[in-house]
């Protein structure tokens, strides 16, 4: 047997963190359109992409996992059933399991290889499934990859209810630090200056304190650095097209709150910044999307980021130190947009600017 070599199962863990938002972001899409071609091929690639790096590194149960993973999404492409919800869900439990197990192996911590194996084969179950059992065998994989075993006598259960805060905390970071990683890939994917997010976050945050913070800072600040994230799974031509969007193409352009707002209702603990993300282009006159919300139907935070993002969009040409003519252009243009911009969240922006300016 050879020696494994733990920088290519490295390698193999980056690989599974830089691919995860493109992943997640092709599931949920998927989830809305069962029928995409582009969505399926895109997931089916990253998947045989997967199981041939984890080929490379040659440890069996991230071999058996990969290939059972691929298993699936082959047989959506060869339409043996349809992509739903519960697909989507297991797809993203399965895509984290097999991190984490990974993660686990690299620190030299005890992986539950049996468990693995397990969800592996339930996979393989559901890849042979037809339409009539798939349902059953789905339901079957996703009781294993839900299920915990805890062995601890009474003091352990005790220790662990006093860690429950701490937890969070930590967990609440872990996230954030992922929402900023993918924050980062997106605004390099659109050429943006990587200092227009951390101006956006600290912008919103010193709005949201002068308020006495009316919005959680944290859901806050997971919002403004994924609002725009959704974009990345849209087409390329959509962007670089000289002449109008067509009418398809705007409503296409109108679906990436939604795609990340999806992720974040995933998760634990994220709900109020899915809202936020998914109503940033809401309007006070109605006439935003995707809802079209009014006036008071629109989350402070969503109101927060709508001006936040005019006024990047307008001075971001000097990403690192927008001079003060700048700024005040681009106060003046988000001014005389009352019908765009909600009036009490831009008079404490003007706030946030003037003690800036004047420090």
């Known amino acids: 047997m050879s020696e494994v070599d733990f920088s290519r199962i490295q390698e193999l863990l980056d690989w599974i963190d830089d691919n995860q938002l493109n992943f997640e972001l092709r599931v949920h899409s998927l989830e809305k359109n069962p029928a995409s071609l582009v ?39 060869k339409n043996r059933y ?13 895509w984290d399991n097999l991190r984490d197990n990974i993660n686990r192996y690299l620190n030299d911590e005890e992986v539950d290889i049996e468990r693995s194996d ?58 954030l630090i992922y929402f900023r990683r993918l924050s980062t890939f997106s605004e390099k994917k659109y050429d943006r200056s990587l200092d227009r997010i951390n101006r956006m976050t600290s912008y919103a945050l010193k709005m949201n304190e002068l308020e006495c913070n009316p919005v959680d800072p944290m859901q806050l600040q997971a919002a403004v ?30 679906q990436h709150p939604g795609v990340i ?24 006159d109605g006439r935003g999307y995707p809802l079209g919300l009014f006036g008071d139907q629109i989350s402070d935070g969503a109101k927060i980021i709508a001006i936040l993002d005019a006024f990047a969009a307008i001075t971001d040409y000097r990403a690192y130190r927008p001079d003060k003519l700048t700024i005040v252009k681009a106060l003046q243009e988000i001014n005389i947009h009352p019908e765009q911009f909600d009036k009490r969240w831009v008079k404490v922006f003007k706030e946030v600017i003037k003690s800036e300016i004047v420090g």
Do not use: C
């Open 118 to 175: 397990s969800i592996a084969s339930a996979l393989i179950l559901v890849s042979q499934s037809n339409e009539d059992d798939v349902r059953k065998n789905l339901a079957a994989a996703h009781k294993i990859l839900i299920s915990e075993v805890f062995i601890a006598d009474e003091d352990e259960k005790a220790d662990e209810s006093r860690q429950v805060i701490a937890d969070i905390s930590i967990a609440i970071e872990q996230d």
């Open 82 to 94: 349809k992509f739903n919800s519960h697909f989507a869900e297991i797809s993203l439990l399965v």
């Open 225 to 254: 650095l994924l609002h725009d994230a959704g974009m990345m799974i849209l087409p390329d031509s959509i962007f670089s097209k000289d002449t109008n969007l067509t009418k398809e193409e705007i409503q296409t352009l109108h």
């Open 261 to 284: 707002a999806d992720m974040l209702l995933r998760m634990s603990r994220w709900n109020e910044a899915a809202l936020i993300v998914r109503d940033h282009h809401e309007r006070p």
């Open 39 to 77: 969505d399926i091929q895109t997931i089916l690639e990253l998947l045989q992409s997967l199981r041939a790096n984890a080929s490379d590194v040659q440890v069996a149960f991230i071999l058996f996992y990969s290939q059972s993973f691929e298993m699936v999404f082959l047989s959506i492409a």
